[in-house]
């Protein structure tokens, strides 16, 4: 069965094809798939030296307790990537799935683990379909700045978050200066170099950001990196 939760303003058409699709699969699946959906603006950056994948996401509605962005960083089995787009859109976000659905009628994009089925909600629809393996998140608490967002699409993390205590985990707070201190101050690193999250993981987060795996990769987390690693077999 599929669980569809809407947000802040669907289209009509969306709304529409999600109901309809969603009232026809509840005797197909037994497992249930929540699926998110937002609406706002899209700015979609690729890097094809990293196959890595940057979307920041602004709502039209910024609720309570949120910054009103969601900055997808997306890691990727191969080298090909969409092209860079901004503009109004509706974000779909699932387990191991995510679809950005442009409101100007271009070509939808799907980002989606192999092994995650894609509910029949959304089966009706034409994507552009790219595998992935790791999908982040960053910038629910605090927003990333302009510079940050082009830091994580060139790099893979955000080099310029300072690790504060605090009572909410830790904070994301922009600095100039080396992680190193800070990161010392949390005791002494793992073997597999993780903060949270590290080798049997497929979810973790920490430093403003979160990231859930695909099969055969762990989540490895530290302040200003939330990304998958291969899970080579033992020797």
């Given at each position: 069965m599929v669980r569809l939760k809407l947000l802040f303003g669907?289209?009509?058409?969306?709304?529409?094809?999600?109901?309809?699709t969603c009232n026809g699969f509840a005797q197909e699946q037994a497992n249930s798939i929540r699926v998110?959906?937002?609406?706002?603006?899209?700015?979609?950056?690729?890097?094809?030296?990293?196959?890595?994948?940057?979307?920041?996401?602004?709502?039209?509605?910024?609720?309570?307790?949120?910054?009103?962005?969601?900055?997808f960083h997306i890691q990727e089995t191969t080298?090909?990537?969409?092209?860079?787009?901004?503009?109004?859109?509706?974000?779909?976000v699932g387990d191991g799935l995510l679809a950005i659905i442009p409101a100007?009628?271009?070509?939808?994009?799907?980002?989606?683990?192999?092994e995650t089925q894609l509910p029949a909600s959304l089966g009706q629809m034409s994507f552009d379909e790219y595998a992935v393996f790791g999908i982040a998140r960053f910038g629910e608490k605090t927003p990333l700045t302009h510079d940050q967002i082009l830091e994580l699409n060139q790099t893979g993390r955000i080099a310029s978050?300072?690790?504060?205590p605090?009572?909410?985990?830790?904070t994301l707070t922009p600095r100039k200066n080396?992680?190193?201190?800070?990161?010392?101050?949390?005791?002494?690193?793992?073997?597999?170099g993780c903060v949270a999250g590290g080798k049997g993981s497929t979810s973790c987060g920490a430093g403003g950001c979160t990231v859930t795996c695909g099969s055969g990769y762990y989540a490895c987390c530290e302040a200003g990196t939330c990304l998958c690693q291969v899970n080579y077999p033992p020797q």
């Open positions: 669907f289209t009509p058409f969306i709304l529409s094809l999600l109901v309809f998110e959906g937002y609406k706002g603006t899209a700015s979609i950056l690729s890097n094809a030296e990293r196959k890595e994948t940057t979307i920041a996401f602004t709502l039209n509605l910024r609720p309570d307790d949120k910054s009103g962005q969601i900055v080298g090909n990537l969409p092209p860079a787009w901004s503009g109004q859109a509706v974000a779909l100007d009628k271009t070509r939808a994009l799907l980002f989606k683990f192999p978050i300072q690790v504060t605090g009572t909410d985990g830790l080396s992680l190193v201190s800070q990161i010392a101050a949390l005791g002494p690193a793992p073997e597999d």
